[in-house]
């Protein structure tokens, strides 16, 4: 059984069009999040979710938005898509006290 | 505020030899854990080892070692006997103890020889 999965793995779109990434977590936790890592392999934190409410928000284009209908799901939609929004997504999971799980990632290119 | 700094971008190392990566943090707080990630190409995040700042105990996993200096802020990772499949990016991580935010390293690129 995977713990955080995501879909789709691999999205290809064309700037201007909006797509969405999926994200369920089977572990119970409270708090999920979306990173993206750019092509330098950064990892930067985008959103997190606890108990369906948002609590943390980082500088991100308000392109973005996620919805989280309950505490084992995390979505993410994208608006507008922008060559520079091309990157890997990750959606993780972490109980209160430990660590993140992570998804395999959602590798988006956009052309 | 919270940094991770991971100042190899790219090691190398020979198979079945040692290999430290560093990691600095800069931290006001006392309670909080420090983490190690392996992304290998398949682009999985995999915990390759965790620390709690309140053990004084270096973790160890099987051929995988920390050396936490929490005075000095310092987190570094021991791969011993290297393995071809040791070959990935490495991240450090911080978060503190009650607050679900993590921050991560820039990454440390490991090449292994054989």
């Known amino acids: 059984d995977t713990a955080v999965s995501q879909t789709p793995k691999y999205l290809v779109t064309q700037m201007g069009n909006d797509k969405s990434i999926k994200c369920e977590q089977n572990?119970?936790?409270?708090?999920m999040y979306w990173y993206k890592q750019d092509s330098k392999k950064f990892l930067k934190i985008m959103f997190s979710y606890n108990n369906k409410e948002l609590i943390i928000n980082e500088t991100v284009p308000n392109r973005f938005s996620p919805k989280s209908p309950d505490k084992a799901h995390l979505n993410l939609h994208i608006n507008s898509l922008e060559l520079g929004d091309s990157a890997v997504y990750f959606c993780?999971?972490?109980?209160?006290?430990?660590?993140?799980?992570f998804g395999e990632g959602s590798r988006l290119t956009v052309l | 505020a919270q940094t991770v700094t991971q100042s190899q971008p790219e090691m190398s190392v020979q198979e079945a030899e040692t290999v430290t990566l560093s990691c600095t943090y800069d931290?006001?707080?006392?309670?909080?854990?420090l983490f190690w990630y392996k992304q290998p190409p398949s682009r999985q995040m995999i915990l390759v080892i965790r620390q709690e700042a309140y053990k004084q105990q270096n973790a160890t996993e099987n051929r995988f070692s920390v050396n936490f200096q929490k005075a000095a802020k310092s987190f570094s990772l021991k791969i011993s006997d290297s393995q071809l499949g040791d070959a990935a990016m490495y991240f450090c991580a911080y978060r503190l103890y009650n607050f679900n935010k993590f921050y991560f390293g820039s990454g440390t690129k490991l090449n292994v020889k054989p």
């Open positions: 931290t006001s707080e006392s309670d909080y854990y």
């Open positions: 572990l119970g936790h409270d708090t």
């Open positions: 993780a999971s972490s109980p209160s006290l430990g660590e993140l799980f």
